[in-house]
């Protein structure tokens, strides 16, 4: 069962399936009611970092690697504590006093501020977001224990649209119930579900559109990306990264 809690407002709240229109074009399709957000909001920083922006406001997660001159977080999300999503050296180059950072409880521990801890299952309100932590893990290999409590997330931004960053996972039974209007999905392999268990949680998922991540640095190619492609017959896009 997951729990509510919520961080700003004083209520908890529950995040409910919602309806929304969508619009898809051939490139950059664009979500949310009446099109208020597209994919051009989201910007994939490379590996398994993004910078997605609300409006005014900026949110990242995990960022890794940033370009120079990024614009400064009002949100920072965490899954875990590998080196490659936990950067202490990218957070303090885009955090502000007023920044909100979330992560699960290993993560949180290492991080002053504004910090939000999180387990696995739960629901909770950041600032004007509503945010549920899904059990990311892996199956068939120990890089990603269960019992860490690492997690993704989805996050339904005001307009109503749900991003759902899985972490680093394999295709694990809690993302079957994932409701997500775009999902961001590591394929890789050797750390994560490689491009055809990717193709399996997509399918699972059904995201209006998906985006492979986690790969390119570090594990993964360009021939991971076609094969995902291939077997996956929802609408993908591939974004270059940002760096």
Same mark, same amino acid.
């Given at each position: 069962?997951?729990?509510?809690?919520?961080?700003?407002?004083?209520?908890?709240?529950?995040?409910?399936?919602?309806?929304?229109?969508?619009? $898809?074009?051939?490139?950059?399709?664009?979500?949310?009611?009446?099109? %208020?957000?597209?994919?051009?909001?989201?910007? *994939?920083? #490379?590996?398994?970092?993004?910078?997605?922006? +609300?409006?005014?406001? !900026?949110?990242? &997660?995990?960022?890794?690697?940033?370009?120079?001159?990024?614009?400064?977080?009002?949100?920072?999300?965490?899954?875990?504590?590998?080196?490659?999503? $936990?950067?202490?050296?990218?957070?303090?180059?885009?955090?502000? =006093?007023? @920044?909100?950072?979330?992560? =699960?409880?290993?993560?949180?521990?290492?991080? @002053? #501020?504004? +910090?939000?801890?999180?387990?696995?299952?739960?629901? $909770?309100?950041?600032? %004007?977001?509503? +945010?549920?932590?899904?059990?990311?893990?892996?199956?068939?290999?120990?890089?990603?224990?269960? %019992?860490?409590? *690492?997690? #993704?997330?989805?996050?339904?931004?005001?307009?109503?649209?749900?991003?759902?960053?899985? #972490?680093?996972?394999?295709?694990?039974? %809690?993302?079957?119930?994932? !409701?997500?209007?775009?999902?961001?999905?590591? &394929?890789?392999? @050797?750390?994560?579900?490689?491009?055809?268990?990717?193709?399996?949680?997509?399918?699972?998922?059904?995201?209006?559109?998906?985006?492979?991540?986690? *790969?390119?640095? &570090?594990?993964?190619? !360009?021939?991971? +990306?076609?094969?995902?492609?291939?077997?996956?017959?929802?609408?993908?896009?591939?974004?270059?990264?940002?760096?």
């Amino acid at each position: 069962m997951m729990r509510q809690r919520s961080l700003s407002s004083g209520k908890a709240f529950s995040v409910a399936p919602i309806v929304v229109a969508c619009l $898809l074009a051939v490139n950059l399709p664009s979500l949310g009611r009446g099109g %208020e957000m597209d994919i051009k909001k989201i910007h *994939w920083l #490379g590996h398994a970092s993004f910078r997605i922006e +609300v409006g005014s406001k !900026q949110l990242y &997660i995990d960022p890794f690697k940033l370009p120079a001159n990024v614009p400064k977080a009002d949100y920072i999300f965490i899954t875990h504590s590998h080196f490659d999503h $936990l950067s202490k050296e990218d957070i303090e180059k885009i955090r502000s =006093p007023q @920044t909100i950072l979330v992560g =699960p409880r290993d993560v949180a521990g290492q991080l @002053t #501020g504004m +910090v939000k801890a999180v387990s696995p299952g739960e629901t $909770l309100a950041v600032g %004007e977001l509503q +945010v549920i932590a899904v059990p990311a893990y892996n199956i068939n290999k120990r890089f990603h224990p269960k %019992e860490n409590g *690492w997690v #993704g997330y989805v996050i339904r931004l005001p307009d109503g649209m749900r991003i759902y960053h899985a #972490g680093d996972t394999d295709f694990v039974p %809690e993302m079957r119930k994932v !409701q997500a209007d775009v999902a961001l999905l590591p &394929i890789g392999g @050797t750390y994560t579900m490689d491009a055809k268990a990717a193709a399996e949680a997509a399918d699972a998922i059904k995201a209006s559109v998906t985006i492979p991540m986690h *790969w390119g640095d &570090i594990v993964g190619s !360009q021939k991971d +990306v076609e094969e995902f492609r291939k077997l996956y017959k929802g609408q993908v896009v591939v974004l270059t990264p940002e760096r």
